[in-house]
T-cell receptor, first 114, second 110 residues
Framework: NAGVTQTPKFQVLKTGQSMTLQCAQD?????MYWYRQDPGMGLRLIYY???????DKGEVPNGYNVSRLNKREFSLRLESAAPSQTSVYFC?????????????FGQGTRLTVV | KQEVTQIPAALSVPEGENLVLNCSFT??????LQWFRQDPGKGLTSLLL?????REQTSGRLNASLDKSSGRSTLYIAASQPGDSATYLC?????????FGSGTQLTVLP
């Protein structure tokens, strides 16, 4: 009963380093999302993928890139990490775009950039 | 643009008390509203999804209500327990994403 799985759970990067956050879902969902959660800012959408082969920018996309590798997997890449990207990152999925379906979240990746 | 507000930001109650968490949204043209629970350092766990055609949805000691016309939803927790201590978030979907409130941090004191 995995649902949405994120790796890694924790990561410390130095400024300028790159890394990829991985996300996979086993619910055959079409839509996948990347959010970041910061104290006082709540959850903000970075990128989303309405279906396999499509990606779109969310509210805070600068400094990030994404890849929808297949229907199951949606990765988030930081090309040159900055301290402002210190945050908790959540991946989510939903059966399809639009407003009618329940969303499910992974357990998060806690990223610190020093 | 949809805006979601949760008041209060924090709530502390003694064990056994019934309590209500509030969520308000600015655009009443919604299809559903979802309540989540987040434990410290953990992810978001879906509690209830209430469709716009429903007025209430129940799961165990939890009951969510939705009033689209007034732009409000409430999450009622009956007979609260220390294990209910967590942050509760409400979220409203758009075609692109979920818009979240900032959450209510609940502490249930033994």
């Amino acid at each position: 009963n995995a649902g949405v799985t994120q790796t890694p759970k924790f990561q410390v990067l130095k400024t300028g380093q790159s890394m990829t956050l991985q996300c996979a879902q086993d619910m055959n969902h079409n839509s996948m999302y990347w959010y970041r959660q910061d104290p006082g800012m709540g959850l903000r959408l970075i990128y989303y993928s309405a279906s396999e082969g499509t990606t779109d920018k969310g509210e805070v996309p600068n400094g990030y890139n994404v890849s929808r590798l297949n229907k199951r997997e949606f990765s988030l890449r930081l090309e040159s990490a900055a301290p402002s990207q210190t945050s908790v990152y959540f991946c989510a999925s939903r059966a399809r775009p639009g407003q009618g379906r329940e969303a499910f979240f992974g357990q998060g990746t806690r990223l610190t950039v020093v | 643009k949809q805006e979601v507000t949760q008041i209060p930001a924090a709530l502390s109650v003694p064990e056994g008390e019934n309590l209500v968490l509030n969520c308000s949204f600015t655009d009443s043209a919604i299809y559903n509203l979802q309540w989540f629970r987040q434990d410290p350092g953990k992810g978001l766990t879906s509690l209830l999804l209430i469709q716009s055609s429903q007025r209430e949805q129940t799961s165990g000691r939890l009951n969510a209500s939705l009033d689209k016309s007034s732009g409000r939803s409430t999450l009622y927790i009956a007979a609260s327990q220390p294990g209910d201590s967590a942050t509760y978030l409400c979220a409203v979907p758009t075609s692109r994403q979920l818009t979240f409130g900032s959450g209510t941090q609940l502490t249930v004191l033994p």
